[in-house]
């Protein structure tokens, strides 16, 4: 099954933080993400593990 990618503001609702916080996490690398030309998208269930744990093991 693939898994949904979704957009910065997508994965910021679902964490309840600000775009800005989200894009600071990635450029820190904090999460795993995904760029499709010069879009960043996110795996949903990244976001979800990152939710529950406060980061994502890699």
């Known amino acids: 099954m693939e898994s949904e990618l ?3 503001r997508e ?3 679902l964490l309840g ?4 916080t989200l894009r600071d996490w990635v450029y ?4 795993p993400f995904y760029r499709l030309g010069r879009a960043i ?3 949903r269930e ?3 593990k990152f939710r ?3 980061r994502v093991e890699k």
């Not at 933080?17 to 800005?20: C, F, L, N, P, Q």
């Open 6 to 8: 979704l957009s910065i």
């Open 11 to 13: 994965a910021s609702g």
């Open 17 to 20: 933080v600000a775009e800005t």
């Open 28 to 31: 820190q690398k904090r999460l």
């Open 41 to 43: 998208r996110l795996k």
């Open 46 to 48: 990244d976001i979800l």
């Open 52 to 54: 529950e744990k406060g």
